[in-house]
Structures are given as C-alpha cells and as structure tokens.
C-alpha cells in the first residue's frame, strides 16, 4: 500500500514534489487555532495499517513542535504502521555544548523530545559539528542526506573556474566533498566568532588563486555575518565577485539584501526562499523509501 504523506504547515511546493517522489498518497487534515490559540487538529484519512510519513519542515520550530506532536501521536493512536518525520532542516543542532554555565544544551532535550514520537527521521545536513552523528542525541534510526552532490552537480553546470571556500573549520566536512565531485579546488578559512553577529575571519594568501571564481560553501546562513564578512575579505585581496552556496538560508533580517550585494546567493530548497536553486526532494524521497522497505 502506498504511504500516507501529511504536510504540516511546510511548503507545498516541496509537499507536492516529496508526495510525487515517495508516490505516497496525500494525508487529509484540518488544523486551526482554537479562540484561545490552542491547536485542533484532526486526521481525515484512514491510516489503519498505513505508513504515514509527516512532512514538519522545523525551521522556526518552537509553534511547530506541539502541532508535530499531535499528529504524530494521534496517527499511532489511529494504527499508522509506522511514523516517518521528513525535515528537511533540523533545528536545534548548533547549541551542542555548554557554552556558559547552566546553559541548555539544546540539542540533547530535543532529539529526545522527537525520538519518542517518530519511528524515523530524514533530515539534510544537520550541524554535526562537535555532535558528529545523529545517534547522539537521537534514539530512533534516522537518514542524514548529504547536499554535497547536489551542490556540485549545480556548479558544475553554473561556473566556470570555481574555488570553493569554507569560511571555517567546520564548514570542510561539506566544502571539501562538494570540490572532490566537481573537481575543482577548495580553501578553507578561519573564523573567530565574538557573538551572533560578530565575526573575524582570517585569510590564507590567496595569490595563487586569483582569476578563479570564488564559491563559499556553508550548511546555513543566518545573520549571514560568516558568509559576507568572508567575502569582503576576499574581495580585499583582489579576488572577483563570486557565489555564496547555502545548504540552508535562514536569512535572519536583512542578511539576504546586504549578501546579495557582495555575491550571487543560491541555496538549497530546505528552507523555501527567493534564492533556492538547487533540489532536494528527489534525494529526501529516496531516503525514506529505502527505509520503509526495510522489513
Ligand atoms: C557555524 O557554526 C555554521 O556552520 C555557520 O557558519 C553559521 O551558522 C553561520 O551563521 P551566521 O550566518 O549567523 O554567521
């Protein structure tokens, strides 16, 4: 029997691609806010014996998570076979360690909060930064999809003589994979961060590379400080306007005004905006398909 897929509240655009890709049929359900902002929610499907596969995108998550709960216990409750989570940017991945005493480490409430309502989460690059694998802090099987190849697929046909760059240590896990599949080269800088929105980045000498396109590479841009003070730095050094790739774009205020006038922005569909460019469904779909047919 095909799956049931449920949008909660995400972008249909990616909904209709996702259901088109898992050939799941779509999940009927009403939702509204009670006069007191409570939330209804009711399942007009039958789910009895059904894969259901929930499509939550938790970027701004904090009203989304309660919605989420709901559904997914009441689809249990109905007789769901088994409860798939697509998300294609997992929230709370970057307070991974205690920064501050008595600080939340976010990261770990919250993968046990969702572990104990889905029976499988696919999501696209998290942070694993300083957590190097969902399994830390997850205690059901999930499906980390990698941009990488998508990205490099999109330069490949989009740029002539890329350089990739990573603004920081962390970002060479994605950039160095994304230059081994377009076979171009990559360099990495250093970042200090002194606050949300405050950050020094270090540059190699970078003479050698002058006359190739500058391509910086990261998981997600939010003030988008990393990003354009990494190309302000290169700019500096003489190297030319080039593109600023991330997988997702949060864009907090006016991020993407102020990058957009120091580089073309192309992000991945994770997190709908005016800039995506590079696919994804197709990749996420795959994920949960090979799941479900595990017995
Ligand atoms: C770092 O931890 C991440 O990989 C990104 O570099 C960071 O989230 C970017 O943040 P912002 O756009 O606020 O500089």
């Known amino acids: 029997m095909k799956p049931l897929l449920f949008n909660l509240d995400s972008d249909p655009f990616l909904a209709n691609q996702l259901r088109h890709h898992l050939d799941a049929d779509s999940g009927l359900l009403n939702t509204r806010q009670f006069p007191d ?16 596969v929930i499509f939550c995108n938790l970027y701004q998550p904090n ?42 480490v976010n990261a770990y409430p919250f993968g046990k909060l969702l572990s104990q309502h889905v029976d499988f989460l696919v999501t696209m690059d998290p942070h694993l930064h300083r ?3 969902l399994d830390e802090v997850y205690q059901i099987p999930t499906a980390v999809v990698p941009a990488a190849p998508l990205i490099a697929f999109w330069v490949v046909c989009s740029i002539v003589e890329p350089l990739f760059i990573g603004p ?10 994304v230059a081994r599949l377009a076979e171009a080269p990559y360099v990495i800088m250093e970042k200090v961060r002194h606050g949300d929105r405050d950050v020094d980045i270090h540059l190699p000498d970078m ?3 002058q006359g190739y396109t500058p391509v910086l590479v990261d998981d997600i841009i939010s003030s988008g400080k990393t990003m354009q003070n990494t190309l302000k730095a290169l700019q500096n050094v003489g190297l030319s306007r080039g ?42 779909a795959k994920a949960v398909t090979e799941w479900l047919r595990t017995p």
């Not at 920081?168 to 994979?177: C, F, L, N, R, T």
């Not at 005004?257 to 197709?282: F, G, M, W, Y």
């Open 37 to 52: 902002q409570e939330t209804y929610l009711r399942i007009d499907s039958n789910c009895q014996n059904r894969d259901c």
């Open 168 to 177: 920081d240590s962390e970002s060479e896990q994605w950039v160095s994979e």
């Open 243 to 284: 593109y600023c790739i991330g997988v997702h774009g949060l864009f907090a205020d006016n991020a993407y005004a102020e990058l957009k006038q120091l580089a073309d922005v192309v992000t991945t569909r994770t997190v709908p905006h005016a800039s995506n460019q590079i696919e994804i469904a197709e990749s996420l």
């Open 207 to 209: 003479t050698q590379w």
């Open 131 to 133: 957590i190097h694998a």
């Open 63 to 104: 009203s989304k998570i309660l919605p989420l709960i709901f559904l997914a216990d009441t689809l249990r409750e109905l007789g769901a076979a088994r409860v798939v989570l697509i998300t294609p940017y997992l929230c709370y991945m970057r307070q991974d360690i205690r920064f501050q005493p008595g600080e939340c």
